[in-house]
Protein backbone atom coordinates (compact mmCIF):
# COMPACT_ATOMS: atom_id res chain seq x y z
CA UNK A 1 0.00 0.00 0.00
CA UNK A 2 1.25 3.50 -1.04
CA UNK A 3 1.88 5.53 2.23
CA UNK A 4 0.62 8.70 2.11
CA UNK A 5 2.97 11.43 3.51
CA UNK A 6 1.60 14.64 5.19
CA UNK A 7 3.46 17.19 6.76
CA UNK A 8 2.49 18.40 9.91
CA UNK A 9 2.39 21.89 11.12
CA UNK A 10 0.70 22.15 14.22
CA UNK A 11 -0.53 25.49 16.08
CA UNK A 12 -2.30 26.46 19.06
CA UNK A 13 -5.82 28.15 18.47
CA UNK A 14 -6.16 31.26 20.74
CA UNK A 15 -8.23 31.15 23.51
CA UNK A 16 -6.91 27.66 25.14
CA UNK A 17 -5.62 29.33 28.23
CA UNK A 18 -9.31 29.50 28.74
CA UNK A 19 -10.71 26.31 30.60
CA UNK A 20 -14.44 26.52 30.36
CA UNK A 21 -14.33 25.51 26.64
CA UNK A 22 -12.88 22.55 25.87
CA UNK A 23 -9.63 23.19 23.52
CA UNK A 24 -9.21 23.19 19.89
CA UNK A 25 -5.94 23.31 18.19
CA UNK A 26 -5.68 23.44 14.06
CA UNK A 27 -3.19 21.40 12.44
CA UNK A 28 -1.85 22.45 9.44
CA UNK A 29 -0.70 19.59 6.75
CA UNK A 30 0.13 19.65 3.15
CA UNK A 31 -3.46 18.78 2.37
CA UNK A 32 -4.87 21.61 4.05
CA UNK A 33 -5.90 22.28 7.75
CA UNK A 34 -7.55 19.72 10.45
CA UNK A 35 -9.59 21.43 13.53
CA UNK A 36 -9.10 19.28 16.33
CA UNK A 37 -10.70 19.17 20.11
CA UNK A 38 -8.80 18.41 22.88
CA UNK A 39 -11.54 17.08 26.08
CA UNK A 40 -10.81 18.82 29.21
CA UNK A 41 -11.81 15.12 31.10
CA UNK A 42 -8.18 13.69 29.73
CA UNK A 43 -6.26 16.66 31.52
CA UNK A 44 -2.77 14.28 31.29
CA UNK A 45 -3.29 13.89 27.47
CA UNK A 46 -4.27 17.73 26.63
CA UNK A 47 -1.70 19.23 28.83
CA UNK A 48 1.03 16.74 27.13
CA UNK A 49 -0.23 17.49 23.07
CA UNK A 50 -0.54 21.54 24.00
CA UNK A 51 3.03 20.73 25.83
CA UNK A 52 4.45 19.49 22.83
CA UNK A 53 2.77 21.79 20.34
CA UNK A 54 4.34 24.68 22.33
CA UNK A 55 8.29 23.15 22.24
CA UNK A 56 7.51 22.47 18.44
CA UNK A 57 7.56 18.53 18.88
CA UNK A 58 5.21 17.84 15.92
CA UNK A 59 6.64 20.64 13.64
CA UNK A 60 7.64 18.95 10.13
CA UNK A 61 6.72 15.27 11.21
CA UNK A 62 5.31 12.83 8.93
CA UNK A 63 2.19 10.78 9.25
CA UNK A 64 3.67 7.71 9.31
CA UNK A 65 1.45 4.78 9.58
CA UNK A 66 -1.40 5.31 6.89
CA UNK A 67 -4.04 2.22 7.11
CA UNK A 68 -7.08 2.88 4.75
CA UNK A 69 -10.49 2.88 6.38
CA UNK A 70 -8.98 2.85 9.49
CA UNK A 71 -6.60 5.67 10.88
CA UNK A 72 -3.51 8.07 10.05
CA UNK A 73 -0.79 7.79 12.91
CA UNK A 74 1.76 10.44 13.86
CA UNK A 75 4.26 10.82 16.48
CA UNK A 76 7.78 9.66 15.49
CA UNK A 77 10.26 11.94 15.28
CA UNK A 78 12.52 10.22 13.09
CA UNK A 79 9.87 11.10 10.07
CA UNK A 80 10.92 14.76 9.88
CA UNK A 81 14.32 13.49 8.62
CA UNK A 82 12.66 10.28 7.14
CA UNK A 83 14.40 8.94 3.90
CA UNK A 84 11.95 7.02 1.22
CA UNK A 85 11.48 3.72 2.09
CA UNK A 86 12.44 4.39 5.68
CA UNK A 87 10.44 1.92 8.21
CA UNK A 88 9.13 4.77 10.59
CA UNK A 89 7.08 4.25 14.00
CA UNK A 90 9.55 2.49 16.71
CA UNK A 91 10.77 6.00 18.08
CA UNK A 92 8.87 8.18 20.47
CA UNK A 93 9.32 10.79 22.61
CA UNK A 94 10.40 8.08 25.75
CA UNK A 95 7.84 8.30 28.19
CA UNK A 96 4.08 7.11 28.63
CA UNK A 97 0.85 8.66 30.37
CA UNK A 98 -1.55 7.08 32.42
CA UNK A 99 -4.75 5.69 30.62
CA UNK A 100 -7.27 8.13 30.64
CA UNK A 101 -10.42 6.36 28.94
CA UNK A 102 -13.66 8.26 28.85
CA UNK A 103 -16.67 5.95 27.86
CA UNK A 104 -18.55 9.03 26.32
CA UNK A 105 -15.65 9.50 24.14
CA UNK A 106 -15.81 6.48 22.08
CA UNK A 107 -14.07 5.80 18.54
CA UNK A 108 -15.84 7.57 15.68
CA UNK A 109 -14.91 8.62 12.42
CA UNK A 110 -12.71 12.08 13.17
CA UNK A 111 -11.82 11.17 16.97
CA UNK A 112 -8.04 12.06 17.96
CA UNK A 113 -6.76 9.03 20.38
CA UNK A 114 -3.18 8.41 22.08
CA UNK A 115 -1.86 5.18 20.45
CA UNK A 116 -0.60 2.77 22.66
CA UNK A 117 1.04 -0.83 22.90
CA UNK A 118 -1.95 -3.76 23.20
CA UNK A 119 -2.94 -4.70 26.01
CA UNK A 120 -0.90 -8.29 26.36
CA UNK A 121 2.58 -5.92 26.22
CA UNK A 122 0.41 -3.06 28.02
CA UNK A 123 -2.21 -3.88 30.38
CA UNK A 124 -2.01 -1.02 32.18
CA UNK A 125 -2.96 0.44 28.75
CA UNK A 126 -0.60 3.28 29.09
CA UNK A 127 -0.51 5.90 25.92
CA UNK A 128 2.65 6.74 24.08
CA UNK A 129 3.68 10.20 25.10
CA UNK A 130 4.14 11.49 21.82
CA UNK A 131 2.45 8.80 19.50
CA UNK A 132 -1.64 9.87 18.44
CA UNK A 133 -4.00 8.68 15.49
CA UNK A 134 -7.08 10.56 13.75
CA UNK A 135 -9.43 7.98 13.15
CA UNK A 136 -11.04 7.78 9.89
CA UNK A 137 -13.71 4.90 9.70
CA UNK A 138 -16.35 4.29 12.79
CA UNK A 139 -16.70 0.72 10.55
CA UNK A 140 -13.15 -0.69 11.20
CA UNK A 141 -12.70 0.88 14.88
CA UNK A 142 -15.48 -1.15 16.32
CA UNK A 143 -13.44 -4.12 15.59
CA UNK A 144 -10.23 -2.42 17.20
CA UNK A 145 -10.27 -2.03 21.35
CA UNK A 146 -10.74 1.10 22.57
CA UNK A 147 -8.04 3.66 23.21
CA UNK A 148 -7.34 6.79 25.19
CA UNK A 149 -9.21 9.76 23.42
CA UNK A 150 -7.57 12.80 23.63
Same mark, same amino acid.
Given at each position: +??????????? &? &?????????? =???????? &????????? !?? =????? !? *???? $?????????? $????????? +????? !???????????????? !????????????????????? %? %? @???????????????????? @???? =??????? =??? *? &?
Amino acid at each position: +MKRIVFILVLS &L &LLGACERKKD =TVIRMETS &LGNIRLKLY !DE =TVLHR !D *NILK $LIREGYYNGM $LFHRVIKDF +MIQTG !DPDSKSARPGMVLGAN !DIGYTLKAEIVPKYFHKRGVL %A %A @AREADNINPERSSSGSHFYI @AVSY =THLRAHE =TRS *N &L
